[in-house]
């Protein structure tokens, strides 16, 4: 079992930049994928970002995202961190930290929702126009 824990989450401008961290407790993270989540009242949790387990070698991102949405993780804090940069309106959306076992590295990445076994409770980003 593992406990995920979003944070960073906030008002910002158009262009602004925001860092999100997800916290793990309960078990070693090492072996674990993360997968970042959003969702906007009305619509279904779309996939952001995904890093593998131990070094995170691995990284996959939405369309939307890439080039401006960076994923990092240290095994040693329990931490995975979602830099966003270059922040627009269409970002707004509540963030979710997920994570599932993934004892390989090199193994695929997870886009769909009903891959990760583990939530947190979410974070709320809202970028202002």
């Known amino acids: 079992q593992v406990q995920l824990v979003e944070s960073g989450g906030g008002l910002v401008q158009v262009g602004d930049s925001l860092r999100l961290s997800c916290a793990a407790s309960?078990?070693?993270?090492?072996?674990?994928?993360a997968g970042w989540f959003r969702q906007i009242p009305g619509k279904e949790r779309e996939f952001v970002a995904a890093i593998s387990s131990w070094s995170g070698s691995n990284t996959d991102y939405a369309d939307s995202v890439k080039g401006r949405f960076t994923l990092s993780r240290d095994n040693a804090k329990n931490t995975v961190w979602l830099q966003m940069n270059s922040l627009k309106s269409e970002d707004t959306a509540v963030y979710y930290c997920a994570a599932r076992l993934q004892y390989s590295s090199t193994g695929s990445l997870a886009t769909l929702t009903n891959k990760y076994n583990y939530w947190g409770q979410g974070t709320q980003v809202t970028v202002s126009s």
């Open positions: 309960g078990r070693s993270f090492n072996d674990y994928a």
